[in-house]
């Protein structure tokens, strides 16, 4: 074996190990170091900083455990956002285990305590719908005939919040974060091209080059592309949370991956190089 | 005009319309008018059953975790004939065919394009169902983890992809990969189209595993069907195109048409 | 210090475990992958008897006899594991099928085709240099990539024309290499979290 | 007769269904949309009896393979058992997901699960990433040239010591594969209207599964 072919065959087992050390060095001393915001998150951040205080946001959570650590911080963030600028938030789930996040969620954004929120008056929780694009268009069309109790139980009736929603138009934004194409595909097709509402939408960051022609075309007034977004939305809101954290840990793996590309490519050329010499 | 939402007229006409084009295109397909181009990756797969044969090892063919009911259901439906086209050259060329399966619907159907390609090449006796054609589960992770043990176990030479694919796309792609396999991949999934144009050999993008599919069927519903979307990816383009033209002129006249 | 709470070392064992596979197969993950398994399909139950009491059975409740219909089809579904009556189930399936499909197509024209060529039919012409070959570079890798997708008229694939669809197919492979370097950080993103859970809720390393 | 029942009228079902939704979306009749909003609700509590389907099926292949002591079958045992305790402990209390014994064995157990299993990708990209992105011709030399620049911007260490990283990154998104993209997405998006257009019409009728 040349030593071409050893630098192209390092074991599966060394090239993990190594990705897995570069994860918790800087987990246990992070290098601190600066965030630039993109465009996409600065759009989010200023759709919902624009919108005047009492508006009301419908916020999905479309993702579940599987997108939780990065979708997880990027809705702490937007939802610190949103109590801070006092918006009134209704807030629902699309994904099966979205309703699992949401205590989650709520445990670190604390409404009540950090900005005197109250539940039912300033936020309210739907829980889980089934139905995907079905529940979009039932919750959008006519909330109160779709759906009848809170997450916890609660009549409809006897929530202030859901008594001023009187049709889509009640919604000054739509704001959703998902792992699912489904999910993410929905909301621009029930929310802005049935009813015009402005949406924004928060996905994987593998997601967002399909999904960017919608933000192109204007159909997303916003993205927050993965944990990018998330680490730019806590810079942005003074909220420093795992996002800012993550970003120390995405330096070191991103480039052992990097380091490692050039090896596969500088050995895939020497091997070939070095048996055209040979041919000679 | 009351009766028609604003905003949305000219999205409406543009339905009604492809509603038209679809019969239309369908029926030309019906009457063989219909000519799709043939596409390399469909060369490949003749080598990629040769190179199988050559070094005694099987090809595998994965149609995916779809089912009839999701919206992937045409990404299925190009990989059940994909799969039978592979399945001819298999019996034909004497390299042992393994397909396993994920979704209950959509397994029958598969067996079905199997036993007739090894039927039509007289090679019936060779086929054997449960072994070749085994159901190894319907959730993902479950199914990818299947896969790939059934991948260390076989070692196959050639392995084709064509069908809707999720996250296991690249577990798929690392793992024939690194088992010396030449690939063939193919999936209308945006999201996961870059891991196979990284690392199969040939590759089917997007619509592409549409067209294969309906060349290789030769059914009227699908090739009328890539007839119809032709149709309308160039009136996108003559649309595009003159818009920009006059748009640039200072006449924004498409786009202003389009929100009509 | 050390996590005391036992949720907490289950949850770390599973991560471990769900870890493990990567590196080799090993029958520890296969204990993990049954779990998650049974663990999702109850979930999902949960879920949908919830729903069904939500939004099904507090209509009823409510004076609203109708929604009797979608109980009685949401049961019609399980008719499919009859031999006899199987058959049945097509008909939950097909309103399904029917409020799916029609829900998703009637946006996805709106906003797949005709927003798309609105936004492709801009002016090219910016107001730096740079904003004008940007916009040249999304026209042009909207157009070829079409062309490369038009499969019933050979002639555009042929000769001097030949080279539009190419460019289209350069243009998308670039674009799939931006995406896959972007998928490269979703995943690490993704994972990092299960890092920190290990050494801050497990081991108690950072705070 | 039987053809009329077991076909036709689930073909028929699909195709109102269908098409008032369709109608719904590009008509202001107040008729229409009063309609499609009860159909709505009903899809919710439809789509939620489909959310048993899969235990059925768990309980069938792994019942099955109990019963033949089949591979692994004490596994099997394990994940009915998993399903069933997931189910009781959500059930018995009245408040489904809502109670805190739910939300323990969520958080301990299928919350480690999920976010693991998906974001261990992670290694198989690396490993992807170290044995396939490598520069074979002229098509892998444009995907690799993207992907170097993506992941570069990426890293947050490189544009924090040159912004330009960061820029070349926004520049690839706003332009390479913006244009691309859009390109697909308009085939792709008239591919599922086509679909939808011959399934509403009853030319598609593979989710009618088995004749």
């Known amino acids: 074996m040349s030593m071409w072919e050893k630098l192209a065959a390092i074991p599966r087992e060394i090239v993990l190990t190594i990705v897995l050390i570069a994860m918790i060095v800087p987990a246990i001393r992070p290098f601190g170091l600066p965030i630039m915001v993109g465009k996409m998150s600065k759009d989010w951040y200023n759709t919902v900083d624009s919108l005047p205080e009492g508006s009301i946001v419908l916020f999905d959570i479309g993702f579940g455990s599987g997108g939780y650590p990065t979708l997880g911080p990027c809705a702490i963030a937007a939802l610190h956002q949103m109590f801070e600028k006092h918006l009134k938030i209704v807030i629902m789930a699309t994904a099966l285990e979205g309703s699992m996040m949401y205590p989650l969620i709520m445990e670190k954004v604390k409404p009540e305590k950090n900005y005197g929120a109250e539940y039912g008056r300033d936020y309210v929780f739907l829980g889980y719908i089934a139905g995907e694009q079905t529940a979009m268009a039932a919750v959008l069309g006519d909330i109160h005939t779709a759906v009848k109790e809170d997450y916890y139980g609660t009549s409809i009736e006897q929530i202030p919040l859901l008594q001023e929603i009187t049709g889509p138009e009640s919604f000054a934004l739509v704001a959703y974060l998902t792992t699912s194409g489904g999910i993410a595909e929905g909301w621009v097709y029930q929310a802005y091209s049935r009813y015009k509402l402005p949406v924004v939408g928060g996905f994987l960051s593998m997601m967002t080059p399909s999904l960017k022609p919608y933000y192109d075309a204007g159909a997303l007034k916003g993205i927050l592309d993965g944990i990018k977004g998330a680490a730019d939305m806590e810079y942005m809101t003074h909220h420093p949370g795992d996002a800012m954290r993550a970003t120390d840990i995405l330096s070191a793996t991103q480039t052992i991956v990097l380091i490692f590309i050039i090896i596969g490519n500088i050995s895939y050329w020497g091997s070939r190089l070095s048996k055209r010499e040979g041919e000679k | 005009m009351g009766i028609l939402t604003s905003g949305r007229i000219v999205a409406f006409i543009a339905f009604i319309l492809a509603w038209i084009a679809t019969y239309l295109g369908i029926e030309l397909g019906k009457r063989g008018k219909v000519r799709i181009r043939r596409l390399p990756a469909l060369d490949a797969m003749e080598e990629a059953v040769g190179r199988a044969v050559e070094m005694g090892r099987p090809v595998f063919d994965i149609i995916g975790m779809g089912t009839f009911t999701d919206i992937y259901a045409t990404q299925t439906v190009a990989g059940l004939s994909v799969l039978n086209y592979v399945a001819h050259l298999c019996a034909r060329l004497g390299a042992k065919l393994y397909a396993p399966q994920a979704s209950v619907d959509v397994m029958p159907v598969a067996i079905e394009m199997v036993r007739e390609g090894y039927l039509a090449e007289g090679k019936i006796e060779e086929l054997n169902v449960d072994e070749q054609l085994p159901y190894l589960s319907g959730t993902q992770f479950a199914w990818a983890s299947g896969i790939l043990g059934m991948a260390s176990r076989l070692k196959p030479a050639s392995v084709i992809m064509v069908g809707p694919f999720w996250a296991e796309s690249m577990m798929f792609a690392e793992t024939f990969d690194r088992l010396g396999a030449l690939e063939i991949g193919g999936t209308a999934r945006l999201y996961q189209i870059p891991f196979f144009a990284a690392v199969c050999d040939y590759v089917l993008i997007g619509e592409e595993t549409f067209a294969a599919g309906a060349y290789l069927s030769g059914d009227p519903l699908q090739t009328g069907s890539i007839a119809c979307q032709d149709w309308y990816k160039i009136a996108a383009i003559i649309l595009g195109v003159i818009g920009a033209i006059l748009a640039t002129a200072g006449l924004p006249w498409v786009s202003q048409l389009m929100s009509i | 210090m050390v996590s005391t709470d036992v949720g907490v070392w289950i949850a770390a064992f599973f991560t471990i475990v769900a870890t493990s596979y990567a590196f080799r197969d090993n029958i520890f993950f296969r204990f993990a992958e049954y779990t998650f398994i049974g663990a999702a399909a109850g979930h999902a139950i949960v879920m949908g008897v919830k729903n069904v009491i939500l939004y099904g059975w507090t209509h009823i409740a409510g004076g609203e006899p109708s929604y009797w219909i979608p109980i009685i089809l949401g049961i019609l579904i399980y008719t499919r594991y009859h031999p006899k009556y199987y058959w049945i189930y097509r008909y939950p399936i097909a309103f399904l099928v029917g409020i799916g499909v029609g829900i998703s197509i009637r946006g996805a024209i709106h906003a797949d085709f005709i927003k798309q060529i609105a936004a492709t039919a801009k002016p090219l012409i910016a107001t730096t240099p740079l904003g004008t070959l940007n916009n040249i570079i999304v026209f042009v890798g909207t157009v070829t990539a079409l062309t490369h997708f038009i499969f019933t008229y050979e002639g555009i694939h042929k000769g001097a024309a030949g080279w539009i669809p190419k460019i289209g197919r350069w243009m998308m492979l670039a674009a799939f290499g931006g995406a896959f370097g972007n998928t490269i950080m979703t995943r690490f993103s993704m994972y990092q979290g299960r890092i920190i859970f290990l050494l801050r809720d497990w081991l108690g390393i950072i705070h | ?211």
């Open chain 4, 1 to 211: 007769m039987s053809e009329v029942v077991r076909k036709y009228i689930p073909l028929l079902i699909t195709f109102i269904v269908g098409v008032i939704a369709v109608l719904d979306f590009y008509t202001t009749v107040p008729a229409i949309r009063g309609t499609f909003t009860v159909l709505k609700n009903w899809g919710i509590v439809v789509t939620a009896f489909a959310l048993g389907v899969g235990a059925v099926n768990l309980f069938r292949v792994h019942g099955k393979r109990i019963a033949e002591r089949g591979e692994l079958w004490p596994l099997s045992g394990w994940l009915l058992f998993m399903l069933i305790v997931f189910v009781v402990v959500g059930l018995s209390t009245g408040k489904f997901d809502a109670s805190w014994q739910y939300k323990w064995i969520y958080n301990a157990i299928m919350l480690p699960l999920g976010a693991t299993m998906y974001s261990s990708l992670c290694f198989y990209m690396a490993i992807g990433a170290y044995k396939a992105l490598r520069i074979r011709n002229i098509d892998s030399l444009f995907l690799f040239l993207t992907a170097i620049f993506v992941v570069l911007g990426n890293t947050p260490m490189f544009p924090a010591a040159l912004p330009g990283f960061f820029y070349t990154r926004e520049w690839i998104f706003k332009t390479i594969i913006s244009g691309a993209y859009r390109g697909i997405r308009i085939g792709v998006g008239i591919g599922a209207v086509v679909l939808g257009i011959r399934t509403i019409l009853g030319l598609e009728r593979g989710y009618l599964g088995r004749a």
